[in-house]
C-alpha cells in the first residue's frame, strides 16, 4: 500500500491528499453535504466497513472538516455537521461530479446539478447555464439524471 503523506513535497494538492485523497473520505463528505448526519446513515448509504467509517469520521473531525454534535444520551451518540472548512469543499466535489460526467457517464450524468431558481445547469465556472449567476451549495439541487441507476 502507497503511504498516505507527501512529507518531501511543498504543495497544497499533496497535503489536501492526504486528508481527503481516499474514496471513502470524499464520499463521506459528499453525503454530508446532501444531509447525512448519524453514523449508521452513512453506514447504510455508503456500505462501508464499520472501522473504516469511523476511522473517517475521526480524521475529518480531528481535521476541523466535521464537527461532532451530542444528540442522543445514555448510550451517547452523535451528529457530524459540516464546518466553513467542509462546506468549502462543495465545489471541488462539483467540479468532480461535472468532471466525471463529461467524461465518465456514457449513459448520461446520474445526477443532474440545477439552479433551484430556475432549472439551469451549473457550469463548471460554478454559474447557471440559463441565467448567469453564480451558484453555491444552497442554490443548487441535485436531481436524478438521464444516467441515474434504475436500482437507487
Known amino acids: 500500500m502507497l503511504p498516505r503523506t507527501y512529507q518531501h513535497q511543498v504543495c497544497s494538492i499533496a497535503r489536501s491528499l492526504e486528508l481527503i485523497g481516499d474514496r471513502w473520505t470524499l464520499l463521506i463528505v459528499r453525503d454530508a453535504l446532501r444531509g447525512v448526519r448519524r453514523f449508521d446513515d452513512f453506514r447504510a448509504r455508503l456500505k462501508v466497513a464499520h472501522n473504516v467509517l469511523s476511522d473517517r469520521l475521526s480524521r475529518l473531525t480531528e481535521a476541523g472538516v466535521l464537527e461532532r454534535r451530542l444528540y442522543q444520551e445514555r448510550p451517547d451518540r452523535y451528529e457530524y455537521h459540516l464546518t466553513q472548512q467542509g462546506r468549502d469543499l462543495w465545489p471541488v466535489l462539483m467540479s468532480l461530479l461535472l468532471w466525471g460526467d463529461r467524461y465518465l457517464a ?38 436524478p439524471g438521464p444516467g441515474a441507476s434504475r436500482a437507487g
Request: hydrophobic share 30%; net charge negative.
Open 106 to 143: 456514457p449513459d448520461g450524468p446520474p445526477l443532474l446539478p440545477l439552479h433551484r431558481n430556475c432549472g439551469g445547469r451549473l457550469t463548471p465556472r460554478f454559474t447557471c447555464a440559463d441565467c448567469g449567476a453564480g451558484l453555491g451549495p444552497a442554490d443548487v439541487e441535485l436531481t
